[in-house]
């Protein structure tokens, strides 16, 4: 399968730890984006990377949250000291810079106990 | 920024009949469209777009219609079916020329029910 995965799928956390996870994109995919969806809500975006260079944040994106795309290819974002209100699904999603046309992952579901 | 409004919120339907879903959006720069269909524990599953150079775009069953000047597009689905059941979501970018497209800005979705 070569779409978008993310890792890990599920992840539950006590408040204060920190957490990180994957995202590999499609090969050949040069953008590589963050979004975080809450429960009856669309998807809002993070954070947003051309190759290795990160492009675009969010004011949604506290100083909590770091993300990297250190060779252009695959993706972490951390959280730390999480909170409660960090409890989302974290989705990625890739495009070519040339077209529009963005392609999601399954996400990865945080709670924070 | 880009705002986009979705309604209705949820909407049931008889299997066989249309499903109509509306979006608008605030800013005028926005020049993509696309739509997505999202079921449940699974991301968003990209299922048609249209860019504003066009009014309408048909894929089998499924057809979206823009209307720049009103700032509005709709998805349709005919002779809908069970597994079309789902949450919908519609979205806006735009795609200057100099540095590619940006963020999509999404609808809070619809959840659409299709009644055997």
């Known amino acids: 399968d070569t779409g978008v995965s993310q890792n890990p799928r599920h992840k539950i956390t006590k408040r204060g730890q920190n957490v990180t996870f994957r995202c590999d994109p499609i090969s050949e995919h040069n953008r590589l984006y963050w979004y975080r969806q809450t429960l009856g809500q669309g998807p809002e975006f993070l954070t947003y990377f051309q190759n290795e260079a990160q492009l675009e944040k969010s004011r949604l994106l506290s100083d909590r949250f770091s993300a990297e795309r250190p060779k252009g290819s695959f993706s972490t974002l951390e959280i730390q000291r999480t909170e409660q209100g960090d409890s989302a699904m974290y989705l990625c999603?890739?495009?070519?810079?040339?077209?529009?046309?963005?392609?999601f992952g399954p996400g990865t579901r945080l709670t924070v106990l | 920024g880009e705002n986009v409004e979705q309604h209705p919120s949820t909407l049931s339907v008889q299997e066989g009949d249309s499903a109509v879903i509306k979006c608008t959006y605030s800013?005028?720069?926005?020049?993509?469209f696309p739509w997505y269909k999202q079921e449940l524990g699974k991301g968003p599953q990209l299922i048609i777009d249209?860019?504003?150079?066009?009014g309408e775009k048909k894929d089998q069953r499924i057809a979206v219609t823009l209307n720049k000047t009103a700032k509005h597009f709709s998805l349709h689905i005919t002779e809908t079916q069970p597994e079309d059941s789902a949450v919908y979501f519609c979205a806006a970018s735009s795609d200057p020329l100099t540095t590619g497209n940006t963020p999509l800005v999404f609808g809070k979705g619809t959840r659409l029910s299709v009644i055997a």
């Open positions: 800013d005028s720069a926005s020049n993509y």
């Open positions: 999603a890739s495009s070519f810079w040339e077209g529009n046309e963005q392609f």
């Open positions: 249209i860019r504003s150079n066009v």
